[in-house]
């Protein structure tokens, strides 16, 4: 399982970012909290449906699970039809991710 959490910063020091798709990264971990890589997100800037390229591109990165603060409706729509499970989810990258490993 590969878990990918929007982030403000590229470390795992970071504080889980409010904006799921335009997140400035995304920190990409396995379920024993190995940080496997953190990517800058492609769509942090831009123009519309970042959200729905988010998705996509995540799903290209075989994720299995996304969280973010907050996920729009039109990212969680693109999601659900990759289908990829999703949480909202504030504080801390660590708090975040031992959270959602204790929720599996």
């Given at each position: ?30 379920e024993k ?7 800058k ?16 591109w ?12 907050k996920i729009?409706?039109k990212?969680?729509?693109?999601l659900?039809?990759r ?9 801390g990258?660590?708090?975040?991710l ?5 929720d599996?």
């Amino acid at each position: 399982m590969i878990i990918a959490i929007a982030a403000l910063d590229k470390d795992e020091s970071s504080a889980v970012s409010t904006r799921g798709g335009r997140a400035p990264y995304f920190l990409f971990f396995d379920e024993k909290k190995t940080l496997l890589k953190s990517l800058k997100n492609p769509f942090a800037v831009g123009g519309g449906g970042a959200g729905v390229a988010v998705a996509k591109w995540l799903a290209d990165e075989q994720v299995s699970m996304v969280v973010a603060g907050k996920i729009g409706d039109k990212m969680q729509m693109a999601l659900e039809d990759r289908g990829l499970r999703y949480q909202e989810q504030e504080g801390g990258i660590q708090e975040v991710l031992h959270r959602v490993l204790a929720d599996q």
